[in-house]
């Protein structure tokens, strides 16, 4: 079965970091383009970052830039979301998604997803 499952939300508070993870069960992540997107309450999921599975190229919302680092350990069959320097409107929840194709922030060229973690930053 292909799962996806992303762990390290939680509540924290304005300034502090949080590092999420996404593993997969039933394949193999390094044969995947991963992404990072986030769905706040009453808006559209928005991609937050995104890296190939070819030379490891990363893409930021620019909302993120500087503050988000996206990475992965294809060994471990593991890609995280480094999330320094939070701010309350980070607050969302935030799934990983693989797609088989192509890196891009747009959530329609993902083929699986997991369940999302919650990210809460209190101001």
């Known amino acids: 079965q292909v799962q996806l499952r992303e762990t390290g939300g939680g509540l924290v508070q304005a300034g502090d970091s949080l590092r999420l993870s996404c593993t997969a069960s039933?394949?193999?992540?390094?044969?995947?383009?991963i992404g990072w997107f986030r769905q706040a309450p009453g808006k559209e999921r928005e991609g937050v970052s995104c890296?190939?599975?070819?030379?490891?190229?990363?893409d930021y919302a620019d909302s993120v830039k500087g503050r988000f680092t996206i990475s992965r350990d294809n060994g471990a069959n593991m890609v995280y979301l480094e999330m320094n320097s939070l701010k309350p409107e980070d607050t969302a929840v935030y799934y990983c998604?693989?797609?088989?194709?192509?890196?891009?922030?747009?959530?329609?060229?993902?083929?699986?997803w997991g369940q999302g973690t919650q990210v809460t930053v209190s101001s």
């Open positions: 890296i190939s599975k070819s030379d490891g190229s990363t």
């Open positions: 039933g394949f193999t992540l390094a044969y995947y383009a």
């Open positions: 998604a693989a797609a088989f194709h192509i890196a891009t922030m747009d959530p329609r060229h993902y083929d699986y």
